[in-house]
């Protein structure tokens, strides 16, 4: 209960705790919570700090529910293991081992060398909340979410409306989400078919630059595109771009252009422009491309969650757009985690099942 | 909690009690449960008069909770309300109206006028478990379920094989759905392809005979194709053809010919075939059949209740096929009212949004 607890308040940070992961934290004693925190952005003090600043003078004997291990490392702040032992707290419950290779599980070491009781849950809310930083901090690209729309029978609408296909329960979700990643990825189709704007719409607010990025395969997209309509909080739009450099000059005007391969490429690399998107800060990304780029991304094994939203309709046909491109051929099985209804329309969220998500928890 | 249990018990007879829909009752007096019953086949007492048995001279005083309307008319069995009144039933609660514009309500109103109080709730599993009833008791073909199994993405095995596709659980679900209907339906192409048997599996057996109905449009199937084996608790297999009838030659000495339309028809009437199935006794049709016949039923609007098995898998690319057929134009919009997991997969159970399950009661 209290480590759901922390978990809940982890999600608060989500968006802007980057490059770090949202850690939630609960402090309780003889059954009383007497402290909450959480990582509320880059710079701030951890969770576990924040909690433990709350309960002022009363932490002694009181048990910590993280719901990532506790860092032992100097960092933008200083280390939580050893104020969580100078704090006299007892015993801590952790959510998940913290999966960044160069901390070496040295949390949860300090804490027993210094007679701190300590239990590793492996809580999968706790494990999700991680999974994008798990990402990050084991591979040179950012964790990527593909969100997709479908009917039940996995199509579009032949002529694309997507506004007409969820109701508005789902298109909050997904505002939701792209709250929740450093960035929004498409393709330059989906530029020039809609011309969105791909900002972050309230409720939602972000603490932090947010990013947005274009694939351009040998063809720039009009330098007038709402996507490159600069506003506080956004970081340059990034466009991801192969082909001739004589063709993207005058996106180089209103965009950060960055070239991926060579000027004959005939199209983008996928990975090497997410790598290239992860030079940028960016830990996490949203793909809310099309058919063809989500096809793309997950013929490449370069999805780390599915987002799979069901609109409850049959649009079958000689003109039914499917969801996912049929250009490649995809073949990935699924662990689907969490099935929801949103309205009338189902979220069934999945992740690819060679996925690692934590090398040192549970998957 | 009476009512679920009614609708609980209602559901041991769903497969058996056609054309009766199934029905559960439960007599409970001062708190305590003192009789259940459930319509077990066709022929056999009503669930009311099977509680009423169960609780010998007790009745009186009781209250008497009931998936469906009691009956008022003399059918194989003898009415139900005058019994109830006849034991000292003071309250009777009532899942779902009786659908059959024949019954016009009598068993409501011979109730109330016998100084019974009669609550009708309009419970959704009530209203669920008639469905098939309501639609037979209200139009000349019988109501049908389609059934078809996916990849999230909505194809299925570039090379069909089904059992590859879903799990364990899926499958079982399969041949419970199978032998819940009064018959199954396919198209000739899936007995080319697969030549099943198309039989009732244990764990689960009828109490009366099974039909399996196969669509030849202008073409027989082979003669020694498995779903003509007869075996016992089978009806002869029905041939739903269109086209020359010399080309059904052979098929009429191992199976019940029905030629749909003229000789020079190119294709089954639906509909049509759907009625020659009624007449024979048949009130509900699993149709198991491929993308084609499942794109054709739901274009005509013959579909009641769609069943759709998710696989966790993306299934894309050139060769993939779609679960639904693409030859024809479905713009469907669905009601999604179960979903469930069945081992790895999901369960999808909707229903066609204009469809009509129960004219009296809530939709």
Redesign the interface.
């Known amino acids: 209960m209290y480590l759901a607890r922390a978990c809940e308040l982890a999600a608060r940070g989500i968006g802007n705790t980057s490059p770090n992961p949202p850690v939630g934290a609960v402090l309780v004693r003889d059954g009383v919570t007497i402290g909450e925190g959480f990582h509320h952005r880059r710079g701030d003090p951890h969770a576990e700090v924040e909690a433990l600043r709350a309960a002022g003078g009363d932490a002694a004997g009181a048990t910590l529910y993280v719901s990532l291990e506790p860092c032992d490392h100097d960092g933008r702040t200083p280390p939580c293991a050893p104020a969580i032992v100078a704090a006299g707290v007892v015993r801590v419950v952790i959510g998940a081992l913290d999966p960044n290779p160069k901390t070496d599980a040295r949390g949860v070491e300090r804490l027993r060398a210094a007679g701190v009781a300590v239990d590793v849950v492996n809580d999968p809310e706790a494990l999700r909340l991680i999974e994008p930083f798990a990402r990050a901090v084991t591979s040179p690209r950012p964790f990527v979410t593909l969100k997709l729309a479908?009917?039940?029978?996995?199509?579009v609408a032949p002529a694309p409306e997507p506004f007409w296909l969820t109701g508005p329960e789902a298109r909050s979700f997904v505002r939701e989400l792209r709250a929740a990643h450093d960035a929004v990825l498409v393709g330059a189709g989906t530029i020039t078919a809609d011309d969105p704007l791909l900002t972050v719409r309230p409720p939602y607010a972000r603490l932090v630059p947010y990013r947005r990025a274009v694939i351009c395969d040998g063809r720039a997209v009009p330098a007038e595109s709402r996507v490159f309509l600069q506003a506080d909080g956004y970081a340059p739009t990034l466009v991801l771009a192969a082909g001739p450099r004589a063709r993207f000059g005058q996106l180089e005007r209103v965009a950060e252009v960055a070239y991926i391969g060579e000027e004959d490429a005939p199209s983008v690399d996928l990975e090497a422009a997410l790598v290239v998107v992860r030079e940028r800060g960016v830990t996490s990304v949203l793909c809310e491309g099309g058919p063809r780029l989500a096809?793309r991304l997950?013929a490449a094994g370069l999805v780390d969650r599915?987002e799979?939203l069901?609109a409850?309709?049959?649009?079958?046909?000689?003109?039914?757009v499917?969801?996912?491109?049929?250009?490649?051929?995809?073949?990935?099985?699924?662990?689907?985690d969490r099935?929801e209804?949103l309205g009338?329309d189902?979220r069934?969220s999945?992740r690819p099942r060679a996925a690692v998500s934590n090398p040192r928890g549970a998957a």
Chains 1, 2 share one sequence.
């Open positions: 479908a009917s039940l029978d996995g199509h096809a997950l599915l799979w069901v409850p309709r049959l649009l079958a046909g000689p003109h039914a499917p969801a996912l491109g049929r250009a490649l051929a995809v073949d990935q099985a699924m662990a689907v099935v209804h009338d189902l069934i999945a």
